[in-house]
């Protein structure tokens, strides 16, 4: 029992130290590509993305702008050139639907632009300053029924403020009959509009739903955006408090299905990165497991090395949704390089490197092929394709992959358990008693 959970902790530890070195990879080309902000940028293109509205927003105010930018100085070409990799990186690495007008012009308002981190775009958005730059932003787009609703106001004013002319026997009686009304000449003066004035009609602001849904019926007819506005901000909603509630909660269910794809991304990434890591440092759980229970002394020294890597937690994610907060770089590689000294330094013979196989099956075939591409290229592609289908090593980039956070708390229930069951230490009397009085255990 007591080498089998050695040769367990061992094991575990391998695993652990492999899940941190491929988180750390991870976290750093999640901070130098922008992963996160490229995936929230992708996730609002596919709320917004209709292409029955791209001809509008395209006319909109500034739209010309967002489109077709301006040309830079000779010192921002390598700036980009960045800005192309990262697009082709989005629009093919991360398949999605097409750039959308919209979307770009959302993330020009000022209250998603101040938020913006570095020239990618933000990691993350509050819902409630998405939905208010939301709802600006369409209320600067022409849309074809709004054109025509402010003549059709416009020509409703002078019905209402081109009552004919009082006369003037009346205008001059107006004042005495206000005063037999109780009202003092001074104040009627002053609210009556001089000769020849038009008088103002009284201003009164627009209701913000009122004005949300014409802005909502005024979009077009086949517009996948306005059926889901439509459906949202239904006749049920009674103020604009409730319509914005609906909206934040809209978008908060988009990002959660962001937060998802997202976790499926990065895990698709560091499976990869084990896989690598395994055939690079040649991790064959197999073979290690017949070593330690070989070699005590090995084992011994794996078992010192485990109840220390015990002691330090992993460092936790930025967020594990994708969404939130930006990435530490220079912490991640710190991490990484320090779980790469102890995976080096176990003294199980984990190195880098790969080196062709002894004896291969097809002799004349790999002579072939190293005639034209060369000795070394053939032998690290022997050497790759040996790794590849050893079991061990695909044990052990399975095993890496599930997580750093999970093998250390396995780690610590195994060095709790191994610890529980160390014998006690021998009894002493206490001094002066005699030989009759000592007791036997």
């Not at 990262?86 to 959302?106: C, N």
């Not at 103020?239 to 698709?268: C, H, P, S, T, V």
């Not at 330690?292 to 090395?305: E, M, P």
Request: with cysteine; proline share 9%.
């Amino acid at each position: 029992m007591g080498t089998t959970l050695d040769i367990a902790i061992g094991l575990v530890s391998v695993f652990f130290l492999l899940s941190v070195l491929c988180s750390a990879i991870h976290e750093a080309l999640a901070g130098v590509l922008r992963l996160r902000a490229l995936n929230l940028a992708q996730s609002i293109e596919i709320m917004l993305a209709d292409s029955e509205l791209d001809a509008h927003v395209k006319q909109s105010p500034g739209a010309a702008d967002t489109a077709a930018p301006k040309s830079s100085p000779p010192e921002q070409v390598m700036r980009r050139a960045a800005r192309r990799a990262v697009e082709l990186v989005r629009t093919r690495v991360m398949p999605g639907p097409l750039p959308s007008p919209l979307a770009a012009k959302l993330r020009e308002h000022p209250l998603i632009k101040d938020l913006k981190y570095g020239w990618v775009g933000p990691s993350y958005i509050p819902s409630h300053a998405f939905v208010a730059a939301l709802i600006d932003t369409l209320r600067q787009v022409p849309w074809p029924d709004s054109a025509a609703a402010l003549p059709a106001q416009a020509g409703a004013a002078p019905a209402q403020t081109g009552a004919a002319p009082a006369p003037a026997g009346d205008a001059a009686s107006a004042p005495l009959q206000q005063a037999s009304d109780g009202v003092p000449p001074a104040q009627a003066s002053a609210a009556a509009p001089a000769p020849g004035e038009i008088a103002a009609a009284p201003s009164r602001d627009e209701d913000p739903l009122d004005e949300l849904k014409q802005i909502i019926r005024s979009m077009p007819p086949k517009s996948d955006l306005r059926r889901a506005l439509t459906t949202i901000v239904d006749s049920t909603v009674k103020d604009m408090r409730e319509a914005n509630i609906r909206l934040e909660r809209w978008f908060n269910d988009a990002m959660d299905r962001a937060a998802g794809r997202y976790k499926r991304r990065a895990q698709l990434i560091i499976s990869a990165t084990a896989l690598v890591l395994c055939v690079g440092f040649n991790v064959d759980s197999i073979r290690l497991a017949g070593a330690l229970s070989r070699d005590a002394v090995v084992r011994a020294r794996l078992i010192a090395a485990a109840q220390e890597i015990a002691k330090s937690p992993p460092r936790p994610a930025p967020q594990a949704g994708g969404v939130d907060q930006n990435e530490d770089i220079m912490a991640a590689i710190a991490e990484g390089s320090g779980a790469r000294s102890r995976l080096t330094g176990l003294d199980v013979e984990i190195t880098w490197g790969v080196k062709a196989p002894e004896h291969t099956s097809v002799p004349k075939l790999w002579s072939a092929i190293a005639a034209i591409l060369g000795q070394g290229i053939v032998g690290w592609i022997r050497g790759v394709l040996d790794r590849l289908l050893t079991p061990g090593i695909l044990i052990t980039a399975v095993a890496a992959s599930l997580g750093a956070p999970f093998w250390f708390d396995l780690l610590n229930k195994l060095v709790n358990l191994r610890t529980v069951g160390k014998s006690p230490e021998p009894y002493e009397p206490p001094k002066g008693a005699g030989p009759d009085s000592s007791v036997t255990r």
